[in-house]
T-cell receptor, first 117, second 114 residues
Framework: AQSVTQPDIHITVSEGASLELRCNYS??????LFWYVQSPGQGLQLLLK??????LVQGIKGFEAEFKRSQSSFNLRKPSVHWSDAAEYFC???????????????FGKGTHLIIQP | KAGVTQTPRYLIKTRGQQVTLSCSPI?????VSWYQQTPGQGLQFLFE???????NKGNFPGRFSGRQFSNSRSEMNVSTLELGDSALYLC?????????????FGPGTRLTVL
């Protein structure tokens, strides 16, 4: 079964500084990888996704992530954070079910991002 | 285009009761998935419906069930509520069942069991 680890429960970054959120996954085949963001009282919004091809993926709001198969990682990065980036960030892996269709997403426990002025 | 809507947004029930949550997917989306979010367990997959059929199911007891109607709207039911069922229940829709298709999440229903 697949699993996702986000080692950092909380991260504090100064506004304007760069950001990297870590994500490690465990899955036997080529994974489908996602990063979602959740603001208080809101649902999840997809930031970016990786299925195949270029290992550096660009997303919305200036975020990017790099898939590294050798390290089983899919870290999220942003060169300069804004106060509005404060939120909960979730990494997820998707599996393909034996029936050929998509399975549910397995999420990490999330990283709470705090932005200091 | 309207997003995924969930009703009600907040719900308070007592132990032993049952509850039904509703999800209206984005127009044209045929797949609806449900997730439970709690502080302790995080986000966990409950089940997915596609064209009125449950295709995949997570590791939850039989008290959790769901269904999907011909217009793709979905309902989730929890019977014999327990305190541990208090959670944010999120619904997500996508056009088809492929993982390549983006899953759009609703705002969730906050269920509190007393």
């Amino acid at each position: 079964a697949q699993s996702v680890t986000q080692p950092d429960i909380h991260i504090t970054v100064s506004e304007g500084a760069s950001l990297e959120l870590r994500c490690n996954y465990s899955y036997g085949a080529t994974p489908y990888l996602f990063w979602y963001v959740q603001s208080p009282g809101q649902g999840l919004q997809l930031l970016l996704k990786y299925f195949s091809g270029d290992t550096l993926v660009q997303g919305i709001k200036g975020f990017e992530a790099e898939f590294k198969r050798s390290q089983s990682s899919f870290n999220l990065r942003k060169p300069s954070v804004h106060w509005s980036d404060a939120a909960e960030y979730f990494c997820a892996v998707g599996a393909r079910s034996s029936g050929g269709g998509a399975d549910g997403l397995t999420f990490g426990k999330g990283t709470h991002l705090i932005i200091q002025p | 285009k309207a997003g995924v809507t969930q009703t009600p947004r907040y719900l308070i029930k007592t132990r032993g009761q049952q509850v039904t949550l509703s999800c209206s997917p984005i127009s044209g989306h045929r797949s609806v998935s449900w997730y439970q979010q709690t502080p302790g367990q995080g986000l966990q997959f409950l089940f997915e419906y596609f064209s009125e059929t449950q295709r995949n199911k997570g590791n939850f007891p039989g008290r959790f069930s769901g269904r999907q109607f011909s217009n793709s709207r979905s309902e989730m039911n929890v019977s014999t509520l327990e305190l541990g069922d208090s959670a944010l229940y999120l619904c997500a829709s996508r056009r088809d069942r492929g993982l390549a298709d983006t899953q759009y999440f609703g705002p969730g229903t906050r269920l509190t069991v007393l």
